[in-house]
């Protein structure tokens, strides 16, 4: 969805336990280069630095937040507990793009491809603080801690 065009231009948190650092990240990229950023998050790791959108918002910063919510950590897949919904599911209807209207920045919640690519687009154009909720299927793609079985696979030789 998003090209990847010069070295250099990426930085990613990486796996394992560093949730919550991305919009620190974009706000450091922001403030450094002048360039449009994107953020692309989780709907967890939005809920460890979420408010950081006040900072951005505060200082106009160039930044667009893509928050894919999928309803939980690893798909939100646990089963409900007595009364209480399991420790890693979310709301998947949650709006998380109301904090970024409550600091004054633009904010979208789309919910297939076309919408994604159109509001994606008038987002980065616009220079301005952005959050595009973009809801998913819950069952949807697999946490990246899995990435293990879109390596190639190699031929033996005989």
Not at 56 to 61: A, D, K, N, S, V
Not at 112 to 132: C, K, V, Y
Request: glycine share 12%; aromatic share 6%; with cysteine.
């Amino acid at each position: 969805m998003i090209d990847m065009k010069l070295p250099r231009h990426r930085l990613d948190t990486g796996t394992w336990g560093v949730m919550g650092i991305g919009l620190g990240y974009a706000i450091a990229a922001a403030v450094e280069t002048g360039q449009p950023v994107v953020a692309l998050e989780g709907d967890s790791a939005f809920g460890f630095d979420g408010m950081e959108m006040e900072t951005i918002c505060r200082y106009q910063l160039p930044v667009t937040v893509v928050v894919v919510n999928n309803g939980g950590i690893y798909n939100g897949t646990d089963r409900q507990v007595a009364d209480q919904p399991g420790p890693t599911m979310l709301d998947a209807k949650a709006h998380y793009e109301k904090i970024a209207e409550a600091f004054g920045g633009d904010s979208y919640f789309v919910t297939t491809a076309d919408e994604m690519e159109r509001i994606f687009n008038q987002a980065m154009a616009s220079g301005r603080p952005n959050l595009i909720n973009v809801a998913i299927d819950p069952a949807m793609g697999k946490e990246s801690g899995h990435i293990g079985n879109l390596n190639p696979k190699l031929a033996l030789k005989k």
